[in-house]
């Protein structure tokens, strides 16, 4: 699976991202899993877009292979959910 942003397909950045509110889902291995794969995606710490909506590359949001300011504010809400 890849780091896909703008979240419009079912995709581990979403899938983990959906899974975080959920502290039965947290507790959960595979989540554990999901989100270790996620954070081997990071570089120094930024998401990474690995998939992007072809229609969208034109977006600075949208453009595949680079640091995505967007999409690193999702990953911090995903360890905000995860101290709670």
Not at 9 to 32: E, K, M, Q
Not at 56 to 63: G, T
Request: aromatic share 16%; hydrophobic share 45%; glycine share 4%.
């Amino acid at each position: 699976m890849q780091v896909e942003f703008p979240m419009f397909r079912y995709n581990l950045f979403f899938y983990v991202y959906v899974l975080s509110f959920y502290p039965p889902a947290r507790r959960h291995a595979a989540f554990g899993e999901a989100l270790g794969a996620l954070r081997d995606k990071l570089v120094y710490g930024q998401v990474i877009v690995e998939h992007g909506k072809r229609e969208l590359y034109s977006l600075s949001l949208c453009r595949k292979s680079s640091l995505n300011p967007w999409a690193t504010r999702r990953y911090a809400e995903i360890l905000a959910n995860l101290e709670q």
